[in-house]
């Protein structure tokens, strides 16, 4: 199994820019979530998605968008690219049950980083 | 609001003992999490607590007291390879994990 891919690993954009940064998972979780990493502070959700199909808000969803199409698949699109987006982007799967913690597996990360 | 406070740094000898610790304020509260997290690489899951008391893992160790909203990750033995950031997460009673900071740890021969 591979896990959790996310692509691309760096990338630079210009302000206004759109892009996507893909996720796909083959460890048939139902619950996928895009995390958001900066200096000296936790990790912020952006948005999650708990089946395909079904989309939600995290806590710092604006100038995002994300679709579940499949339930292998998670893309986060940056709709018009700010300095405030550059950041490390982090793609994360569960599986919560009774039988498991309902833990985190976590993508490599992307760099952004918004010029 | 939701808050959870852990160290930002923390130094500590190799082949020693080291104590992490975590508070919380959340709403509701349906388990803590630690991650470790290597500089430039994700998160790695280390340890789940739901329960008070120890949990023991090898090397690691990680405790609970929800009455106290107190949580530590204790790690033994220390090597040079345990050099990373701990990152405390606790979920709240909507299911979502509330994130701290994390410690970074900085171990020295």
């Known amino acids: 199994n591979a896990g959790v891919t996310q692509t691309p690993k760096f990338h630079i954009l210009k302000i206004g820019q759109s892009m996507t940064l893909q996720c796909t998972q083959d460890?048939?979780?139902?619950?996928m979530y895009w995390y958001r990493q900066d200096p000296g502070m936790g990790l912020r959700l952006i948005h999650y998605s708990v089946g395909a199909g079904i989309t939600d808000q995290g806590e710092v969803p604006n100038g995002y968008n994300v679709s579940r199409s499949t339930t292998e698949d998670f893309p986060l699109r940056l709709l018009s690219a700010a300095p405030s987006q550059t950041s490390v982007y982090f793609c994360a799967s569960s599986y919560p049950g009774d039988a498991n913690t309902g833990e985190l597996f976590f993508g490599e990360g992307s760099r952004l980083t918004v010029l | 609001g939701q808050n959870i406070d852990q160290p930002t740094e923390m130094t500590a000898t190799e082949g020693a003992i080291v104590q992490i610790n975590c508070t919380y304020q959340t709403s509701g509260f349906n388990g803590l999490f630690w991650y470790q997290q290597h500089a430039g690489e994700a998160p790695t899951f280390l340890s789940y607590?739901?329960l008070d008391g120890l949990e023991e893992k090898g090397r690691f160790s990680s405790f609970l007291s929800r009455s106290k909203g107190y949580s530590y990750l204790l790690l033994k033995e220390l090597q040079m390879k345990d050099s990373a950031s701990y990152l405390c997460a606790v979920m709240d009673s909507n299911y979502q994990l509330i994130w701290g900071a994390g410690t970074k740890l900085i171990i020295k021969p």
């Open positions: 460890m048939n979780h139902n619950y």
């Open positions: 607590n739901v």
